[in-house]
């Protein structure tokens, strides 16, 4: 192989072209090695949470950080999705509503409900009984169907 003609090109470009390929080759082993975990969510089975803490907002708001299985692990949530809650009403009754986490799927380990606690809710009455270290009913995510731009 006659390589005569590298001895008349600019040598920045060869330069050039050498930082590219080693870009493109750092840039397809990244993409091809890491593994993207899935999420700890179920959308057809309810799954427990383990409370680990329980911040008071104000009086009728709370920040509510449920641990996940692993410190590595993501609740896996897409953008824009909500999960289904399943508690106790004040009767004793089963009580099913819709919350959006206020954590991302870059939080790993845990994930964070900021939730306002009405007077007469029945989902409210769920979380204001709760306490560290119990666990909250959780399946998602609830998708209604696909959205456009």
């Not at 005569?4 to 493109?24: N, S």
């Not at 593994?35 to 089975?45: F, M």
């Not at 950080?65 to 897409?78: D, E, K, W």
């Amino acid at each position: 192989m006659d390589l005569e003609f590298l001895q008349t090109v600019d040598p920045q470009i060869l330069v050039g072209v050498a930082v590219a390929v080693v870009a493109i080759g750092i840039g397809a082993i990244f993409l091809f090695s890491s593994k993207k975990s899935r999420g700890c969510l179920d959308p057809e089975n309810f799954r427990d949470f383990k409370l680990v803490k329980r911040t008071q907002l104000s009086h009728n708001v709370a920040k509510f950080t449920f641990a996940l299985p692993s410190p590595t692990s993501v609740l896996g949530l897409p953008i824009g999705q909500h999960i289904s809650c399943r508690g106790k009403d004040s009767q004793g009754e089963e009580v099913l509503k819709p919350y959006t986490p206020t954590t991302l799927d870059s939080d790993l380990g845990h994930f964070e409900l900021v939730i306002k606690m009405y007077p007469q809710g029945r989902m409210s009455h769920h979380f204001r009984e709760m306490r560290v270290g119990e666990s909250l009913a959780v399946k998602g995510p609830k998708v209604r169907g696909p959205f456009y731009q």
